[in-house]
């Protein structure tokens, strides 16, 4: 959880998890049709919103909407009660964590990656963010544990693994909001359900 600042108005953390789309349509630049259209929903603070779509069927671009890579053509998006527009990008994007379905890892340590999400995050909340991503007990059996080196891409891990640690460093950085595209592809369904469980707990702890 976080803090965000509209204007010289700070949100409190109950608020500012709040995402809502209202009539939200988008055509891209030269393009003859709308890639979104009539989308509205609301997302309240600790709550899980799936979106089950086929290939292309906007759903990467519905995840920019909100971070702002993109600005609807019709309707609103609303952060907090606010529209988004009112954010800036980098205020915007600081409370935000995206796990996108190809792990990107950097060579480094394990340590060094995760704080990647947060500079200043300590050993126990890092190890904190891999129990719940469910990647501890791999990291904890590696020569160096969290000094373990990573190489250029984290190819010294499995798929699954390197997965597993981009969430973890998502959690790290202690979001407002975490978004999962198509994160768990590459899990098997024993870990993807654990997973799903420890992010689930997370959310109803008080």
């Known amino acids: 959880k976080g803090s965000m600042k509209y204007g010289n108005e700070e949100l409190d953390d109950e608020k500012a998890p709040q995402v809502s789309f209202e009539n939200?349509?988008?055509?891209?630049?030269?393009?003859?049709?709308?890639?979104?259209r009539d989308i509205?929903?609301?997302?309240?603070?600790?709550?899980?919103?799936?979106?089950i779509r086929?290939?292309?069927?906007?759903?990467?671009?519905?995840i920019n909407l909100i971070t702002r890579f993109y600005d609807a053509t019709e309707g609103k998006v609303n952060l907090a009660g606010k529209d988004i527009k009112s954010y800036?990008?980098?205020?915007?994007?600081?409370?935000?964590s995206i796990v996108?379905?190809?792990?990107?890892?950097?060579?480094?340590?394990?340590r060094d990656n995760m704080k990647w999400g947060n500079e200043n995050a300590t050993d126990d909340e890092i190890n904190e963010a891999l129990k719940i991503a469910d990647a501890y007990d791999f990291v904890m059996a590696k020569e160096g544990e969290l000094d373990y080196k990573l190489t250029s891409?984290?190819?010294?891990?499995s798929g699954g693994q390197r997965q597993r640690l981009t969430i973890a460093r998502a959690l790290t950085g202690r979001?407002?909001?975490l978004i999962l595209d198509d994160s768990f592809s590459v899990l098997d369904a024993l870990t993807d359900a654990k997973l799903r469980g420890n992010l689930d707990n997370m959310n109803n702890r008080p």
């Open 24 to 36: 939200v349509a988008l055509k891209y630049k030269g393009a003859g049709d709308y890639t979104l």
């Open 40 to 51: 509205s929903f609301n997302v309240k603070p600790g709550q899980t919103v799936g979106v």
């Open 54 to 62: 086929g290939t292309g069927s906007g759903k990467t671009t519905l």
């Open 88 to 96: 800036t990008e980098k205020t915007l994007r600081k409370h935000i």
């Open 100 to 110: 996108p379905q190809k792990a990107v890892l950097f060579s480094g340590s394990v």
């Open 153 to 157: 891409g984290g190819k010294n891990l």
């Open 175 to 177: 979001p407002g909001i």
